[in-house]
C-alpha cells in the first residue's frame, strides 16, 4: 500500500480478524483504509534501520499458527488493521521489534523535512553539527551534467538513472566539488544508496561524496524548487552513529493507538564498545527472543568505535558480532536486561584465546565425550569466538598418557570410554595470521566418568579471563600497568573458590624468555604488575590454574596484547 511519503512510498500493511466465529455466514471486513500506522517514538531521535511485525493465535496445544514478516527496506511505514476487542477462546499476539538508530543525515528545505533517507557516508564524512547548502540540479549526475554547474561546495540533485550508475553519480560530483549526493529515486519505495557486502572482511570502497536517496514523490518536488528559484538545504550530520534503539513491544490486541512510547525509565542502557585493532568492515546483530526463536539479522557496523544503545527490557535477547573471514562472536546465553539499569558489551578485544561457556563446551553422555572448544573467545563477558578464515586448530585428547582422538578443527568426538572416573588431557593449539594472540596452547587436565544414566556429564575444565589495565582500541595497553587474571569453573562444575593455585609467566621476545609476575589475590581474582622493556613490542603470557581436586588449565597466548 502506499506509504508515507507521496504515492510512490511503500507500506506495509498487516490486516487480520484475530477472532472469527462461523456459525452462520459471516462477512469479514478486511478493509485497508481502516489501517493505522504503527510507529515507535523513542526519546532521541531516531530513523528505523530494521522492523519485523509478529502475529500469533493459539486456540489450543494442537492448533496454533504464528509468523513474521520483515518489511525491506524499500518500505518507508508499517500499518495495522485495528482488532482491540480480546479473544474469547484462545489467546492472540501482535507486536513489532524495530532497531532505530541516530540519523546519519537529515535535510530539510524551506517547505519540508526529508525524513526518510537512506544514506551512505562518503570517504570524508560531512562534518559533526548542522550545514546550510545550496541545491543545483544535475539531471541524470553524468560528468557532462556538470559542464557550466558550480557545483562546489554544495548539494547536488539527480535523477537515478538507468545509463548513470548511483557510483557514477557519485564519482561526478565528487570530481566537481559536491559536498553532497541526493539521489531522487524514479520508481517505487525508497532506494539503496549504496552496495554493501556484511560478509566481506573489507569494507567497500565508500563514495567521493556522501550520497543520499530521496523517494520519487518528494524529490521532484525538490527539483521543481531548485529549477524555479535559489533553494538552500539545511543539513544536520553524524558521521558516526553515536546512539540506537532495539525496541520490542507486543500485546494480546491490536490497539487503535498504534504508536508506543518508550520512556527512559523502560528501558536498560547498554554501553558497547567495538574493539578490533584494526579497522574495517563488521557485522552486528541484537535480536529479541519470540515464540522460543530469535531471527538474526546483522547489519554492517564498524569493528572500531562505541555506541550507546537502548534496549527493551524484560526480554530475551541474543546478541553476536563477526568480521568476515576473520572472526565470529556470540553470546554464550541470551541476555536479559533490566529497566533503568547500566551495562557494556565488548566485541573484539584482546585477549582472544580458546574459551568454552555454559552452552558450548565439552559435555558426556554415557561413554561419549563431545568436546567443543571455541578457539578465539575474545574479552566480552559471557562470549565464544570462532575464527575462519585464515587459521589452524587442532585438537587432542588423552587418558593419562594415551591418545584416544585428534581432529584438526574446534571439535571432536570420542566414545567407548571407560565408565571409570579416569584422568584426562585435553590439548588445544590455534594459529592465525593477525597481529594479535597469533597462536594459543591450552592444556586442560581433568577427571570424567560415566553420568548416571540417561543424564548429562559436564566435565571440570578450568576456563581463564583476562583483564589488561589501560588498554587503548588498538589493543595496546602502557608498559607498566596491570594484568588480572580469573580463573573460573564452568556452571555444573566445582565452585570456582576451589582453584586455589594461579601462575603467570611473562615474556617480551615471544617465548624466547620468561619472567615469572609476582600475584596478588583479590577478590576479582590474581593480579599481576607488567613492567615491559622500552624496546618489547608485545606481551606473550603463560597463565596456569589448578583446583583442589586436581583439574588443571595451563594457557600459552603468543602476542596478546600490544605495548604503547
Not at 485497508?32 to 493459539?58: F, G, H, N
Not at 500485546?251 to 579497522?279: E, G, K
Not at 535480536?287 to 527493551?312: C, F, K, M, N, Y
Not at 613492567?531 to 583442589?548: H, I, K, N, Q, W
Request: aromatic share 8%.
Amino acid at each position: 500500500m502506499e506509504g508515507t511519503h507521496g504515492a510512490h512510498s511503500k507500506g506495509f500493511a498487516l490486516l487480520t480478524a484475530p477472532e472469527v466465529v462461523v456459525n452462520k455466514d459471516v462477512t469479514v471486513d478486511l478493509d485497508a483504509a481502516k489501517v493505522k500506522q504503527v510507529k515507535v517514538i523513542t526519546p532521541q531521535e531516531t530513523t528505523p534501520l530494521l522492523s519485523r511485525v509478529d502475529v500469533a493465535r493459539t486456540w489450543d496445544a494442537a492448533h496454533f499458527v504464528n509468523g513474521s514478516w520483515m518489511p525491506p527496506d524499500s518500505y518507508d511505514s508499517i500499518w495495522a488493521l485495528p482488532a482491540d476487542k480480546p479473544v474469547t477462546t484462545g489467546s492472540f499476539e501482535f507486536g513489532t521489534s524495530w532497531r532505530l538508530a541516530q540519523p546519519v543525515l537529515t535535510v530539510a528545505s524551506n517547505t519540508r523535512t526529508f525524513d526518510d533517507l537512506l544514506v551512505q557516508r562518503g570517504r570524508t564524512p560531512i562534518s559533526e553539527g548542522s550545514h546550510g547548502y545550496q541545491a543545483v540540479y544535475a539531471g541524470k549526475g553524468g560528468t557532462d551534467a556538470y559542464t557550466g554547474l558550480d557545483a562546489k561546495g554544495k548539494a547536488v540533485v539527480v535523477r537515478r538513472s538507468d545509463t548513470v550508475g548511483i557510483q557514477q553519480q557519485a564519482d561526478a560530483a565528487a570530481a566537481a566539488g559536491a559536498t553532497l549526493l541526493l539521489v531522487v529515486n524514479d520508481g517505487t519505495g525508497r532506494l539503496q544508496p549504496w552496495e554493501q557486502d556484511i560478509f566481506s572482511p573489507v569494507a567497500p570502497p565508500p563514495p567521493g561524496v556522501t550520497v543520499a536517496t530521496i523517494t520519487s514523490d518528494e524529490g521532484e518536488e525538490l527539483i521543481g524548487q531548485i529549477q524555479q528559484r535559489e533553494t538552500w538545504l539545511h543539513v544536520k550530520s553524524h558521521p558516526t552513529t553515536a546512539y540506537l534503539y532495539d525496541i520490542v513491544h507486543h500485546s494480546p490486541t491490536i490497539p487503535q493507538d498504534l504508536t508506543y512510547r518508550p520512556q527512559p525509565d523502560d528501558l536498560a542502557r547498554v554501553d558497547v564498545s567495538f574493539r578490533n585493532n584494526a579497522p574495517g568492515n563488521g557485522r552486528e546483530n541484537r535480536s529479541d527472543v519470540w515464540q522460543g526463536r530469535a531471527v538474526a539479522i546483522p547489519l554492517s557496523t564498524p569493528v572500531q568505535g562505541d555506541r550507546t544503545d537502548w534496549v527493551s527490557a524484560d526480554t530475551d535477547w541474543s546478541e553476536g558480532a563477526g568480521i568476515a573471514g576473520q572472526l565470529q562472536i556470540v553470546n554464550d546465553h541470551r541476555k536479559h536486561y533490566a529497566a533503568g539499569t547500566r551495562s557494556t558489551l565488548e566485541y573484539y578485544g584482546p585477549i582472544q584465546r580458546p574459551r568454552m561457556g555454559d552452552t558450548y563446551r565439552t559435555t558426556r553422555f554415557a561413554d561419549m565425550l563431545q568436546v567443543k572448544v571455541p578457539g578465539w573467545t575474545d574479552s566480552g563477558a559471557g562470549h565464544i569466538g570462532v575464527a575462519s578464515g585464515d587459521n589452524a586448530a587442532e585438537l587432542w585428547l588423552y587418558q593419562g598418557d594415551t591418545l584416544l582422538a585428534h581432529d584438526a578443527y574446534h571439535s571432536l568426538f570420542v566414545s567407548d570410554l571407560s565408565p571409570e572416573n579416569l584422568p584426562y588431557r585435553l590439548v588445544s593449539e590455534n594459529s592465525r595470521g593477525t597481529q594479535y594472540s597469533t597462536s594459543t596452547r591450552t592444556e586442560w587436565t581433568f577427571t570424567s566418568g560415566q553420568p548416571a544414566a540417561g543424564t548429562w556429564g559436564l566435565p571440570p575444565l578450568v576456563q581463564l579471563d583476562y583483564a589488561v589495565g589501560g588498554m587503548d582500541d588498538t589493543g595496546k595497553a602502557r608498559r607498566r600497568t596491570d594484568l588480572l587474571v580469573t580463573p573460573t569453573h564452568l556452571s555444573g562444575g566445582p565452585g570456582s573458590e576451589t582453584i586455589t593455585e594461579v601462575s603467570v609467566d611473562v615474556s617480551y621476545d615471544d617465548g624466547a624468555t620468561w619472567h615469572h609476575a609476582a600475584l596478588q589475590h583479590t577478590a576479582e581474582g590474581w593480579r599481576a604488575r607488567l613492567d615491559a622493556p622500552a624496546d618489547a613490542r608485545f606481551v606473550t603470557l603463560r597463565t596456569s590454574a589448578r583446583d583442589t581436586q586436581g583439574n588443571s588449565i595451563t594457557q600459552d597466548i603468543t602476542r596478546a596484547f600490544g605495548l604503547k
